[in-house]
């Protein structure tokens, strides 16, 4: 079983930053992509950042040039850090991964941590 942990979520004031982790733990053979997405009450979960294991990421438009993903493919981890903040940027966010292992190719997800960006 393929685990996704994520920390990091949390108040933060507009103009502010935070740095979202995410660790992967489990039977893992290699993984594909990691990433995050978000979900805003009352809206549909969306794509927020994601990183391939060559490194080719790409950003929604909303968070290009304030948001920066990594990834440590060593350590099955990823990064989020979020700078300049604003309030339309509250939601809980998730990490996603796209894993292999014996089971064969899994989707897997976290439980997911708040960001609340107060103005």
């Known amino acids: 079983q393929v685990q996704l942990v994520e920390s990091g979520g949390g108040l933060v004031q507009a103009g502010g930053s935070l740095r979202l982790s995410c660790a992967a733990s489990?039977?893992?053979?290699?993984?594909?992509?990691m990433g995050w997405y978000r979900q805003a009450p009352g809206n549909q979960r969306e794509l927020v950042a994601v990183?391939?294991?060559?490194?080719?990421?790409n950003y929604a438009d909303s968070v290009k040039g304030r948001f920066t993903i990594s990834r440590d493919n060593a350590k099955n981890t990823v990064l989020l850090q979020m700078n300049s903040l604003k309030p339309e940027d509250t939601a809980v966010y998730y990490c996603?991964?796209?894993?292999?292992?014996?089971?064969?190719?899994?989707?897997?997800w976290g439980q997911g941590t708040l960001v609340t960006v107060s103005s």
């Open positions: 996603n991964a796209k894993v292999i292992n014996y089971a064969g190719n899994r989707e897997v």
């Open positions: 489990g039977i893992i053979f290699s993984i594909n992509a």
């Open positions: 990183i391939d294991s060559g490194g080719r990421i």
